[in-house]
């Protein structure tokens, strides 16, 4: 089992950063891929980023890349989303996820914490 606590959304400005921390719990942590995932009002959630266990290999989005970066410190079970130039569109609930592979398919990641709410104001 393993348990994501995400925390560090809130309500910035267009154009302002935000950093999403999410703590991981459990057996063999390291082990995992872990990916961040977003779900605005009335859309479905989809893929933002993702590292692989190592943290070495990472993948955005297309929607993402340049502004977002992904990176863990598998010292303290955390895996981090750094947000800037953050727009609008990028408000949502923001979800952090373990799989046991690399991959940006929401089916398989089989734990998830309980989102951080991230609001962008124009």
């Known amino acids: 089992q393993v348990q994501l606590v995400e925390s560090g959304g809130g309500l910035v400005q267009a154009g302002g950063s935000l950093r999403l921390s999410c703590a991981a719990s459990?057996?063999?942590?390291?082990?995992?891929?872990m990916g961040w995932f977003r779900q605005a009002p009335g859309k479905e959630r989809e893929f933002v980023a993702l590292?692989?266990?190592?943290?070495?290999?990472?993948y955005h989005a297309s929607s993402v890349k340049g502004r977002f970066t992904i990176s863990r410190d598998n010292a303290k079970n955390t895996v981090y989303l750094q947000m800037n130039s953050l727009k609008p569109e990028d408000t949502a609930v923001y979800y952090c996820?373990?799989?046991?592979?690399?991959?940006?398919?929401?089916?398989?990641?089989?734990?998830w914490g309980q989102g951080t709410q991230v609001t962008v104001s124009s």
């Open positions: 996820a373990a799989s046991s592979v690399s991959t940006v398919v929401r089916d398989q990641y089989g734990y």
């Open positions: 459990g057996r063999s942590t390291s082990t995992y891929a």
């Open positions: 590292v692989n266990s190592g943290g070495i290999g990472t």
